[in-house]
């Protein structure tokens, strides 16, 4: 799939509030630094992971499935198996009237459950990573052509 660099970019530049679903726990897993990264970046992450619910990662609370979340979420990021995604979308359609963007992680697709989504309105982005995207859109890339998502040692 391609998607032109306008696109992505207003996609990511209107976004504020993001459930990740599949988030772990785990610092060296791609799904916790992504999410972390999004956070540092501004954005309102409110992890998803039914194996951690209750308990706290950047600064929100983990909920068990999407329909736990408080208000709605402009953003569903998805990392899980491709097919696992017509069920995470059939919740974020019926949990989020407001719901603008489904991206599925490098990997994820499924076109029937991206088919019903945009039906509905909501712009379906796949196979691609929202902090790869954001970091080569707005000039964070480093010099070899990528970043490792280390922000600082720090942190």
């Known amino acids: 799939m391609t998607y032109s660099d306008a696109l992505l970019k207003d996609v990511l530049t209107r976004t504020k509030r993001i459930a990740v679903v599949g988030v772990s ?53 998805i990392f899980r198996r491709s097919e696992a995604v017509p069920e995470i979308v059939d919740e974020a359609l019926a949990a989020f009237p407001k719901l603008q963007t489904i991206w599925m992680q490098i990997g994820v697709e499924h076109a029937e459950a991206a088919a019903l989504a945009e039906a509905r309105g909501v712009i379906v982005i796949q196979n691609r990573c929202p902090k790869m995207e954001y970091q080569r859109l707005f000039s964070e890339l480093r010099m070899g052509g990528f970043a490792t998502g280390v922000i600082s040692s720090k942190l």
């Open 25 to 77: 726990m785990n610092p060296v897993r791609p799904s916790y630094f992504v999410a972390r990264y999004l956070s540092l970046k501004g954005f309102e992450v409110i992890p998803v992971n039914p194996g951690h619910a209750g308990k706290t990662l950047f600064g929100a609370k983990v909920v068990a499935k999407l329909s736990d979340i408080d208000g709605d979420v402009d953003m569903v990021d």
